[in-house]
């Protein structure tokens, strides 16, 4: 059973830096993707970035490029978040995510099939 932890998120303010870490337990498969997803109060759940742990592929959405940065540790199995330039905009609650038998890649169809979740951190950005 694979399973994600998040951490680092808290209260900045707009223009501020923030890093999210997620940790993967219990992974096997050496080729995977992870993905970093979120939502914000009224708005269905968003595609933030993706990274491919093989290769490193990485995609992300228009409204973060160029201030986000996803990163990865094949070592300790952790995927970071960068998160610079903040906007109110971005405040969401950050989930991690992956799938159970490593078989994702960072396709735009992949994005609609992650299915093991991290519980996520919430991110709130102040004007």
């Known amino acids: 059973q694979v399973q994600l932890v998040e951490s680092g998120g808290g209260l900045v303010q707009a223009g501020d830096s923030l890093r999210l870490s997620c940790a993967a337990s219990?992974?096997?498969?050496?080729?995977?993707?992870m993905a970093w997803f979120r939502q914000a109060p009224g708005k269905e759940r968003e595609g933030v970035s993706c990274?491919?742990?093989?290769?490193?592929?990485?995609t992300y959405s228009d409204s973060v490029k160029g201030r986000f940065t996803i990163s990865k540790d094949n070592v300790k199995g952790v995927v970071y978040l960068q998160m610079n330039s903040l906007k109110p905009e971005d405040t969401a609650v950050y989930y991690c995510?992956?799938?159970?038998?490593?078989?994702?890649?960072?396709?735009?169809?992949?994005?609609?099939?992650?299915?093991?979740w991290g519980r996520g951190t919430l991110v709130t950005v102040s004007s």
């Open positions: 219990g992974r096997t498969e050496s080729s995977y993707a």
């Open positions: 995510a992956t799938d159970q038998w490593g078989l994702l890649s960072c396709s735009d169809s992949d994005m609609n099939a992650f299915d093991t």
């Open positions: 990274i491919s742990m093989d290769h490193g592929h990485t």
